[in-house]
């Protein structure tokens, strides 16, 4: 079932011996399997987990990562493979720069991902860092994107299986990080990955994919910005783009760009969505399904793995939309056509092809027809 050609894809030369190659380990499936993989080919592995956080309900949910149980499962599949392991408490820094922000952004009306603030900051940057004082000639992650050699260094491409695709995610990564990291899950089958796992006896086989967001029992985000920013939940009007008020609401930050189910404003004669919140009034502001529309959004934060300006590209604007014809014009995105369910916070990831461009976060809209609340 190890096919050699895996053992290959730390893309350090044929002959591993000598190398050292430390994994980032979350104690799930995927990246026990590259720590398996990295045994097996000859080079001295290293396996590090990151405690991230342990609150409460959240280190007990199956499919958590970077804390508690994740942790002791880490520990026990590199006992397994007969590799080093090191756990490093980089709680604080993780409360600091993602689960604050996290909360920051909703109270502001906006529409976060931490799992890419996670990867820029904690995972990324400091994992790169540790891994290089340990003398690693790589570090390797089970994220399911491929690293491809190409005629200008490496480059990010999507996975295989698209069903599996982590791209999105990973647009924050810089060239030198590029250069360092290996993906070696990048042209595999998740189903496969599995298969490896039961061959070698790991105890995590059949452990669930980790869901949602890591730091939030149950999904209820809500919840977790109360806990940080006690604050958050400010009453105020649910207001139709027309100027009518239709309603009041507990606080906007139950309310996302493009939402529809649970506004509690019945008897409307179309469908109502959530068109934008507006922080400095706490309105929230709904519409037909037509004033979603978008025709441009300024990018801010960008990172860029190729030149991007005037050239044809996709754009992906949430996790799982599909890529749709845009081009960059200075900070600006344009659409070829409307596009929908547009939200500040989130990210705007370009495609040629296979290939991952760059990307950033999007810091406002242009409506197709602005129309806005009296």
Request: charged fraction near 25%; glycine fraction near 10%.
């Amino acid at each position: 079932m190890i096919d050699d050609i895996y053992l290959n894809d730390f893309q350090l030369g044929p002959d591993l011996a000598g190398k050292r190659i430390v994994v980032a380990m979350s104690g799930g499936v995927d990246s026990s399997v590259v720590a398996a993989l990295a045994a097996r080919s000859g080079a001295e592995t290293v396996g590090v987990t990151l405690q991230l956080y342990d609150h409460g309900s959240a280190v007990k949910r199956a499919g958590a990562c970077c804390a508690g149980q994740d942790i002791r499962d880490a520990r026990a599949v590199a006992d397994k493979l007969g590799i080093a392991h090191y756990v490093f408490d980089h709680e604080s820094r993780f409360r600091e720069s993602v689960i604050d922000h996290f909360a920051d952004e909703y109270m502001a009306g906006r529409t976060p991902i931490p799992c890419v603030r996670c990867n820029m900051g904690v995972k990324f940057t400091d994992l790169f860092r540790l891994a290089k004082e340990l003398g690693a000639d790589c570090l390797a992650t089970g994220h399911y994107v491929r690293r491809v050699e190409g005629p200008a260094g490496a480059e990010l491409h999507r996975a295989a299986d698209p069903a599996r695709d982590q791209s999105y995610f990973l647009f924050a990564t810089t060239q030198d990080q590029l250069d360092y990291l290996r993906f070696p899950l990048g042209g595999m089958p998740k189903p496969q990955v599995r298969a490896i796992a039961q061959e070698l006896g790991l105890v995590v086989a059949m452990k669930p994919d980790s869901q949602d967001i890591c730091f939030v029992p149950d999904g209820d985000y809500a919840s977790v910005v109360r806990k940080v920013r006690p604050d958050a939940e400010l009453s105020g009007d649910i207001v139709h783009l027309d100027g009518r008020v239709l309603g009041q609401h507990k606080g906007m930050i139950h309310y996302t760009v493009g939402q529809r189910k649970g506004l509690e404003i019945g008897g409307q004669p179309v469908p109502l969505y959530v068109i934008r919140l507006d922080p400095a009034t706490q309105r929230v502001i709904v519409g037909p399904r037509e004033a979603l529309a978008v025709q441009a959004a300024r990018i801010v934060e960008a990172n860029w793995l190729a030149d991007v300006e005037g050239r044809p590209l996709l754009a992906k604007v949430r996790s799982m939309a599909k890529p749709v014809p845009a081009r960059m014009d200075g900070e600006w995105l344009t659409f070829d056509t409307p596009e929908y369910g547009v939200a500040p916070g989130q990210a705007a990831v370009f495609y040629d092809g296979e290939r991952v461009l760059g990307g950033g976060w999007i810091e406002e809209t242009t409506a197709v027809e602005l129309v806005s609340a009296a």
